[in-house]
Structure formats: structure tokens, C-alpha cells
């Protein structure tokens, strides 16, 4: 499965971005998606998760009504709308994926997910 994500960008504090992450190359629609962050000298951080089918998902508490994760299966895609947001949301932004057939029913770590994208810049000031 290869992902690609996309949207990334510059704004000020208030405003909004969405991200986008597109899949290719593998059976997706089972998989559970999610979106990760990364600032400089911090660990990668969970910042939401969409289940298999889209039914489910979670949050973390510090984007939790600000953010809204969902997907669209028939274009293979998952998006990350991000309001509200603030300067500790400034980070690169990972779209990865958890192998279908298990899904866990919570928000995914880091260690749960099977694929990454490379990445999109997010800046917040």
C-alpha cells in the first residue's frame, strides 16, 4: 500500500487546513486509516483514526472538536480537516494504515499501523 499525502501549508492561528492522504497499490478499504504529527525533538504523536468503513473514530484529547478524520472509499482517500487550529498544532503530518482484519477499536499508535505516507508540513503562527 502506498500513501501520499497532500494539503499541507502555511496559516495563521484560527484557521484551517485540510489534509488529504491517497491510497494505492493494495485491498484499503478494510484497513483502519489514521493521522499522526511529528514537531522537531518531540516523538510522533497520534492525532486521530478512522476505522475500516468509516464507522468508528477517535481522537486525541488535544484536537478533540477541532479535528474531523473521515474517508472516502471509493476514491481510496482520507482526509484530516483541521479548524481552530493553533501554534502547537505546527507539525508534519503522517497519513498511515493498519492491516484490515484486526482492528484494535481505539486510537492506533505508532507501532499499530503497517503504512506511512512521507509526510506534509503544517505551520501554524
Known amino acids: 500500500l502506498q500513501l501520499v499525502e497532500s494539503g499541507g501549508g502555511s496559516v495563521q492561528a484560527g484557521g484551517s487546513l485540510r489534509l488529504s492522504c491517497a491510497a494505492s497499490g493494495y485491498t484499503y478499504n478494510r484497513n483502519c486509516m489514521a493521522w499522526f504529527r511529528q514537531a522537531p525533538g518531540k516523538e510522533r504523536e497520534a492525532v486521530a483514526t478512522i476505522s475500516g468503513g468509516g464507522a468508528r473514530t477517535y481522537y486525541s484529547d488535544s484536537v478533540k472538536g477541532r479535528f474531523t478524520i473521515s474517508r472516502d472509499d471509493a476514491k481510496k482517500a482520507t482526509y484530516l480537516q483541521m479548524n481552530n487550529l493553533k501554534p502547537e498544532d505546527s507539525a508534519m503530518y503522517y497519513c498511515?494504515?493498519?492491516?484490515?482484519?484486526?482492528?484494535?477499536?481505539?486510537?492506533?499508535?505508532?507501532?499499530?499501523?503497517?503504512?506511512w505516507g512521507q509526510g506534509t508540513q503544517v505551520t501554524v503562527s
Open positions: 498511515a494504515s493498519r492491516r484490515g482484519g484486526n482492528p484494535l477499536f481505539r486510537l492506533l499508535t505508532p507501532d499499530d499501523c503497517d503504512w
